[in-house]
């Protein structure tokens, strides 16, 4: 089955504690891009990669890291998290990095941050 | 800077009237998506359209995007409750990777 994985699905960690939410997509696509969803503001592009070791910020990248070391897996590390990146997560992968192309989202990571 | 507008923020009706959601903006984009994502998981995509005055329909659902290319609507015919939903609209800029996303319009259809 075609999907976009992510784990965990449910987190809660402290202030600083170093963490890493993992995303994996089985449909050979060339872009991945992570999301943050806050109520009232629609969803807000963190990072994006337009293929392998090609990485670049979004629009609210601060606080986060990405890695893209295979086609397949877009990790999302929060080095040293606060509580304002309490939040709900989403990864998304695309055929293509086009406006027109579809993306397919991962079912979410709730975070929060104590 | 590029902003969606979605409206209304929130609409709560019975099963079997019809109603429209709106995304609108001031700037014109060469593509509009509509996603729809249900509690729990992530957004769906519903449709894309690309052309001015485009129409597309899918079942009861229909979807234009204006004839400036910068606005777009989504109207439901005979709401159901498996419509219940949040739907977000997403513009795309020609060269540009990155989607200009709406807030979304909270949709519950009550039975």
């Known amino acids: 089955e075609a999907q976009v994985t992510q784990n965990p699905r449910y987190l809660i960690t402290v202030t600083g504690k170093k963490l890493t939410v993992t995303c994996s997509q089985n449909m050979n696509h060339e872009y991945m891009s992570w999301y943050r969803q806050d109520p009232g503001l629609g969803l807000r592009q963190i990072y994006y990669?337009?293929?392998?070791?090609?990485?670049d910020k979004g629009d609210v990248p601060e606080g986060y890291k990405v890695s893209r070391k295979e086609k397949r897996n877009f990790p999302l590390i929060l080095e040293s998290p606060s509580p304002n990146q309490t939040s709900l997560y989403f990864c998304?992968?695309?055929?293509?990095?086009?406006?027109?192309?579809?993306?397919?989202f991962g079912p979410g990571t709730r975070l929060t941050v104590l | 800077t590029q902003l969606l507008e979605q409206s209304p923020q929130f609409l709560s009706i019975q099963e079997g009237e019809n109603l429209t959601v709106y995304c609108n903006s001031s700037s014109v984009f060469s593509s509009l998506q509509w996603y729809r994502q249900e509690p729990g998981e992530g957004p769906v995509l519903l449709v894309t359209?690309?052309?001015g005055g485009e129409v597309k329909k899918l079942k009861r659902l229909t979807f234009q995007f204006g004839d400036a290319r910068k606005d777009s609507s989504l109207h439901i015919t005979a709401a159901q409750p498996g419509d219940t939903g949040l739907y977000l609209c997403a513009g795309g800029v020609r060269g540009n990777y990155q989607l200009i996303w709406g807030a979304g319009t909270k949709l519950i259809i009550k039975p």
């Open positions: 990669s337009m293929n392998v070791e090609v990485t």
């Open positions: 998304a992968s695309s055929l293509q990095g086009t406006s027109y192309n579809e993306q397919f």
């Open positions: 359209v690309v052309t």
